[in-house]
C-alpha cells in the first residue's frame, strides 16, 4: 500500500456509513450503502476512467468485459486508500483496484474470487434498472439482487460470497448500455 498522504477527502456521510460496519463487520455476508458518495462524483470517476488502457477479461465463461487498472496516482485510488482506516483496519497488505466496464451482452458470471479479505464494488455509472446489470449476491442460504445506481457501494468477502451480474440489454431508448462500477479488493495484514 502507499505510504503518501491520502488527497481525497471523505465525507461526513461516507465516514458515518462506514461506521456502520463497527468492529464486527465481518458478521454480515455484505453491506449496501445506497448513495454512498455523491452521483455527480461518480459520473466525474467514470469520465476520467475512460481513457485509462483496458483488457479484456473473463471470469470462467465465453463472456468478457472491458477491464481497467486504476492507477495509484488517481483520486479514486486515493479514495480507496482511505477506507480501511474507516473500518477501523490499522493496516492493509494489499489494495489492487480496477475498473469493470460491460456494456450490452454482457455480464460477469457467478464465482467466489480466489483472493482478497474485502471487496468493494462502487458503481460509477448504470443504464435504467430494465437494462439488466443486476448484482446477485448469494452466501449459504441468503441471497440478494440490487441494481446499483451511480454512488451506490457495497461491500462484502467475494472469496466466500457468490456474486455475478444479469446480462446488459439495449433498448430503443438506451441502445447503448454502459455499467461501470470501481472494485477495489483490500487484504489485510495477518
Same mark, same amino acid.
Given at each position: 500500500?502507499?505510504?503518501?498522504?491520502?488527497?481525497?477527502?471523505?465525507?461526513?456521510?461516507?465516514?458515518?456509513?462506514?461506521?456502520?460496519?463497527?468492529?464486527?463487520?465481518?458478521?454480515?455476508?455484505?453491506?449496501?450503502?445506497?448513495?454512498?458518495?455523491?452521483?455527480?462524483?461518480?459520473?466525474?470517476?467514470?469520465?476520467?476512467?475512460?481513457?485509462?488502457?483496458?483488457?479484456?477479461?473473463?471470469?470462467?465463461?465465453?463472456?468478457?468485459?472491458?477491464?481497467?487498472?486504476?492507477?495509484?496516482?488517481?483520486?479514486?485510488?486515493?479514495?480507496?486508500?482511505?477506507?480501511?482506516?474507516?473500518?477501523?483496519?490499522?493496516?492493509?497488505?494489499?489494495?489492487?483496484?480496477?475498473?469493470?466496464?460491460?456494456?450490452?451482452?454482457?455480464?460477469?458470471?457467478?464465482?467466489?474470487?480466489?483472493?482478497?479479505?474485502?471487496?468493494?464494488?462502487?458503481?460509477?455509472?448504470? %443504464?435504467? +434498472?430494465?437494462? $439488466?446489470?443486476?448484482?446477485?449476491?448469494?452466501?449459504?442460504?441468503?441471497? @440478494? #439482487? /440490487? =441494481?446499483?445506481?451511480?454512488?451506490?457501494?457495497?461491500?462484502?468477502?467475494?472469496?466466500?460470497?457468490?456474486?455475478?451480474?444479469? %446480462?446488459? +440489454?439495449?433498448? $430503443?431508448?438506451?441502445?447503448?448500455?454502459?455499467?461501470?462500477?470501481?472494485? @477495489? #479488493? /483490500? =487484504?489485510?495484514?495477518?
Amino acid at each position: 500500500m502507499s505510504s503518501r498522504l491520502f488527497t481525497w477527502p471523505m465525507s461526513s456521510r461516507e465516514t458515518i456509513m462506514l461506521g456502520a460496519f463497527g468492529p464486527r463487520w465481518f458478521e454480515r455476508p455484505w453491506r449496501v450503502f445506497p448513495g454512498f458518495i455523491d452521483g455527480s462524483r461518480a459520473t466525474q470517476w467514470f469520465f476520467e476512467t475512460l481513457q485509462l488502457p483496458s483488457r479484456r477479461v473473463t471470469c470462467g465463461q465465453a463472456v468478457s468485459w472491458a477491464e481497467h487498472i486504476l492507477p495509484e496516482d488517481s483520486s479514486l485510488f486515493d479514495f480507496f486508500l482511505r477506507v480501511p482506516s474507516m473500518l477501523g483496519i490499522e493496516s492493509c497488505a494489499q489494495l489492487l483496484c480496477w475498473i469493470s466496464r460491460y456494456v450490452d451482452g454482457e455480464f460477469i458470471n457467478e464465482h467466489v474470487d480466489k483472493a482478497g479479505d474485502l471487496q468493494m464494488i462502487l458503481c460509477l455509472q448504470a %443504464p435504467p +434498472r430494465e437494462h $439488466g446489470g443486476e448484482l446477485r449476491l448469494e452466501h449459504g442460504t441468503e441471497r @440478494a #439482487r /440490487f =441494481t446499483l445506481a451511480p454512488g451506490d457501494a457495497v461491500f462484502f468477502s467475494a472469496t466466500t460470497v457468490r456474486h455475478s451480474t444479469t %446480462p446488459l +440489454r439495449r433498448s $430503443g431508448s438506451v441502445p447503448d448500455p454502459i455499467r461501470a462500477v470501481a472494485v @477495489a #479488493r /483490500f =487484504t489485510w495484514n495477518s
